[in-house]
């Protein structure tokens, strides 16, 4: 790819024309991390901070920013997902959340943004739920890993 495709000739913005292209499944892997303070980390594990479960309000939030994409985006198509999944992984060492998100569809184009977009609100989530004792947190390496179907293929990050 060699140019930006949400330009006309002109240099105008526009939404990609995607009504010649077949429908093929397709799938994007994101990845994000929230750092914060052991004592925040140990509230969100143990699921005993005053807001409730942190982690089971940033999977809902995830979900439904996924489904809002083109709402948010300007130039992303809207999407039927046929799939979402929102993992998280504690990790003790770092006192961190890290959270990875599938998104899939059958379609005309990707979900990389949708993917994209459920990581950043998820994170953003639980910097919301948990500023009151850690304004600090750290949200860092929001990321594709891997992207599945379409024209161009089968796109995987290294490392």
């Not at 999977?59 to 809002?68: E, N, Q, T």
């Not at 990707?110 to 850690?134: F, P, R, S, W």
């Amino acid at each position: 790819m060699t140019r930006l495709t949400h330009f006309d000739a002109a240099g105008q913005a526009h939404m990609v024309d995607v009504g010649g292209k077949a429908a093929t499944a397709r799938r994007a892997v994101a990845e994000g991390m929230i750092r914060m303070l052991p004592a925040t980390f140990a509230l969100v594990k143990s699921g005993s901070h005053k807001k409730g479960d942190v982690l089971g309000i940033a999977r809902v939030a995830a979900i439904m920013a996924a489904k809002k994409t083109w709402d948010l985006i300007p130039l992303c198509h809207p999407i039927a997902l046929t799939r979402l999944a929102v993992d998280f992984e504690l990790l003790d060492g770092e006192s961190a959340v890290r959270i990875e998100v599938t998104a899939e569809c059958t379609g005309q184009t990707g979900v990389e943004m949708e993917a994209l977009t459920a990581v950043n609100l998820g994170l953003l989530t639980i910097y919301d739920m948990c500023k009151a004792v850690d304004r600090g947190m750290e949200i860092s390496g929001i990321r594709l890993l891997e992207k599945d179907g379409g024209k161009s293929g089968n796109w995987r990050a290294e490392g």
